[in-house]
């Protein structure tokens, strides 16, 4: 397993990372031998960093990481994240102090390695999506500088969806330790620059601001929720619903897009598209980690696999442009 550095500090984790909320649905599901042997066998894999929330499961994902955790006697690197709901948005300092002792509690943990401020920002506010202004980025901030002299928390991070313009705006005011991107095969944009004409959100190579700044890149939805599988059908454990991030208006028009990547495979460069989704993922320099949504051990094997295999090398990379072009 490869290790990477996060954010300034040094910490080093996987680049590839346990996803732990419902995209893959293991730790926010109830089969608990289910949890242990694939967080087992992702720890024996060397995966060393867990992405969790606040939000998924409604808490089932924190409280259930945090007793597999404690049951594997583990050491491994949590992320966490909190959301500010509408009613919290005018005592947002307030509201993520609290809860970080509810994440603490429900990880078990006495200090939280990284704390992420989980709503998509905006220039206005639009709560009734849980998009916070930038300006809104100034309490949270007040708030994780608080929980780190108190020593709940060793690093804090922002997430970089929601209106491009904020996000780059956030990222100038606040130079977090980290921030979290959504980066795939579907939308390449937080990385490469993007014809005129492309059709999904451009995020203005947002990971190449980042990474100038030594700020750590969590790069998320790699397999665009399931869609880069290039298969309609979901895993029984997995999220039955999909709602695509800065791709297609639905998961089946993101599927179908998938399915131009296909002359990887035909070609030799990879044995499936998920797997060259992964390798073109791990082929970005920018990335400290990027956390997958596991549905079944056998999937996570799959994901540690293509790492073992590198990135995909440059002259596939190089035909990707003429894929982009076309969308």
């Known amino acids: 397993m490869e290790y990477r ?34 967080v087992a066998r992702a ?20 409280e259930n990481l945090g007793r597999v955790l404690h049951e594997l006697k583990a050491d491994v690197v949590v992320g966490t994240k909190v959301q500010i709901q509408a009613n919290e948005i005018d005592n947002i ?19 939280l390695d990284l704390f992420q401020f989980h709503n998509p920002l905006s220039l206005e506010r639009h709560m009734e999506r849980h998009w916070a202004r930038v300006d809104d980025l100034e309490q ?16 804090w991070g922002i997430n970089g969806i929601g209106e491009t313009e904020a996000i780059h ?18 939308n390449p944009s937080a990385w490469y620059r993007v014809p005129e004409e492309f059709p999904f959100q451009d995020y ?14 969590i790069a998320f939805r790699i397999l665009a929720g399931g869609a880069l599988s290039g298969e309609l059908d979901r895993h029984p454990v997995a999220a039955t619903v999909v709602d695509p991030i800065a791709s297609s208006l639905e998961y089946a028009a993101d599927v179908a897009l998938a399915r131009r990547f296909q002359f990887l495979v035909s070609e030799g ?59």
């Open 140 to 155: 949270a901030v007040r708030a994780f500088q608080r929980l780190q002299a108190a020593g709940k928390i060793r690093h």
């Open 5 to 38: 550095t996060l954010g300034k500090k040094g910490l080093r984790v996987s680049v590839l990372g346990f996803g732990c909320g419902g995209m893959g649905g293991i730790l926010t599901g109830e089969d608990d031998a289910l949890m242990v042997s694939t």
């Open 93 to 111: 300092e307030q509201t993520i102090l609290s809860a970080a002792e509810t994440s603490l509690r429900r990880l078990r943990r006495e200090q």
């Open 204 to 217: 203005r190579e947002l990971m190449q601001k980042a990474a100038e700044r030594q700020i750590g890149v």
């Open 43 to 62: 720890i024996e894999a060397g995966i060393n960093y867990f992405d969790t929330a606040q939000i998924y499961g409604q808490g089932r994902s924190e």
């Open 169 to 186: 705006q956030g990222l100038d005011r606040t130079n977090p330790g980290t921030i979290q991107v959504c980066y795939n095969l579907l």
């Open 269 to 327: 460069w990879a044995e499936s598209i998920a797997e060259a989704a992964i390798r073109f993922a791990l082929s970005c320099p920018g990335i400290s980690t990027l956390p997958v949504g596991f549905s079944s051990v056998e999937q996570l094997d799959e994901a540690v696999r293509a790492v073992e295999k590198g990135p995909l090398p440059m002259v596939a990379t190089e035909r990707l442009q003429d894929i982009w072009k076309k969308f």
